[in-house]
Each structure stands twice: as structure tokens, then as C-alpha cells.
């Protein structure tokens, strides 16, 4: 079984990586020092993963380059396998056995005992990973592909849910997604979340990374580009883009600047 506390721990290698990718693109080590307040010395260690930031240098860091902590921040589980159902059920095997050892009747906390918190972390992880849309990027990128009717019908049961109910707000973003019709739009979604959404993003690969996984990402995401097969994909997608951008200026729902911004979209679709 996976051992949580292995799977979440900080990949220290992956994460001086992403530092010295995002130094890089934006300022010098000696003047990103003098603003951190520490030495340059201090700033290159971080970068060779000879030393270590605290939480507080990584949350300025996420700050200044106006990205999440967790592109910054990489997990150990990010970079071994998934967590699969066999996992999650293997910890609930292992939590079922100590209750039945009897022992546990008597305390009153809804979790109560490790073996519980080890299934209960594994559990929502894994359904996690799981969801087609777990974000607004995901979100974001299908929704000209949802069916309006499905749209408005799941909207309004969701409202009231939101904040309140995530499990069942996910659940109707998955029925969305599972609903849209257009296979094609769908696989190029799919590759878009793949290689652009999910770690480690071919955005973050350079040619200084030391990262067999980013390295082997970046060959198998040039392959697929070099194959042509993304291209009746892509155009599927950007053709109900289109659609759904025509649709938005006919309901007189925005101005100009949205059509504007579908057409940005297109290009850098194109251009990616």
C-alpha cells in the first residue's frame, strides 16, 4: 500500500527545478536575492537543490510570479504513480481489521485511528484524479462543449451546493463532461489537460532541466505534435469554439471583447 506520508512529502529535486525554470524567464538571481532578503549563494543552492526554502520564501515565490504555490511546490506523488482504486481499497481492508480488533468503540472522534486518516487521504485523492473537471482551467476548456440544455439544468441544481456540497457539485461536472457529444473535441481536451494542465506542464520545460520525467514528457508530447493526429482534434475543438462564440454575440450576452477573446484563444491554440 502507499504510505501517505511518502506520497505527499516535497520532491525537493522537481521543486529547485521549477525554481531555476522560473528564475530564468523572469530576473537575475543576484537581484531576486537582494528581494528574498538572503544571500545570491542562497538563491543557487535553491536552484541545485543543495538547500531547501521555507514555506513563507515559497509562498513570496508563488506570489511574485503570480502562480500556485503547488506550480512551485511539487509532491513526490506528483512524480511516482497515481493513486489507483487498489490502493485506496487496500487502506480500507487495513482500517476495517482494527476496527474489528474492538478496541475503538469508545472514542468519540469521526476519525479514529491512523488507519482511518490513511484511507480517508488515499480515498478523496484518488476520486480526485479521477474527475474529468476538478478546476476552473478544466472547466474553462470544455464549457463550448457542454450541451446548453444540460448546462442551465445543471447549474440550478448546483448552486445551492456550492461551498456546501462538493462532492455532489463535482459529480454534475462529471455528468457534463461525460455528455459531450463531440469525440474528437474531447481527445484534444484530454491532451490539452495532459500536457499543458497537469504536472509537469510542457510550458515549464526548458532546455536546463535535469528532470528525466520533464525531458521524457516533453519527447512524447513533440511526437504526438510531429504525428499530425491533433490537428483534425484541434479543429474540432476550435470549430464548436467558434460555434459557441457565435452563439454568445447572436444572445447579445457581452460586447465585442468577447468575440475578441475567443478569436486570442483560436490563435494560441494554433501557435501551441
Known sequence: MI??????????????DNIRALLAQHISHKTFAEAMCVTKRTVENWCNNKARP??????????????DLFDILVLNGQVQKSIEEQDWREAEEIKRKRYKQGDLNDVDYDCKCKEEFDSNILFYEYIQSTYPISNLSEFLLVLHLIDTDYLCDILGRMFGNIGKNNDYVMNQLMFLYDKISDDKAKQFVEFYKEYYLKYPSVYTIDDKTKLELKLQKYEQYKKILESGVID?????????????????????IGDRGIFEGFKKMEKQLYCD
Open 3 to 16: 504510505n501517505v506520508h511518502d506520497y505527499f512529502a516535497v520532491n525537493w529535486e522537481a521543486t529547485s
Open 232 to 252: 483534425e482534434m484541434r479543429d474540432s475543438y476550435i470549430e464548436r469554439l467558434k460555434d459557441f462564440g457565435d452563439k454568445l454575440l447572436m444572445a447579445r
Open 54 to 67: 521555507s514555506i513563507d520564501y515559497l509562498v513570496l515565490m508563488a506570489k511574485f510570479f503570480n502562480v
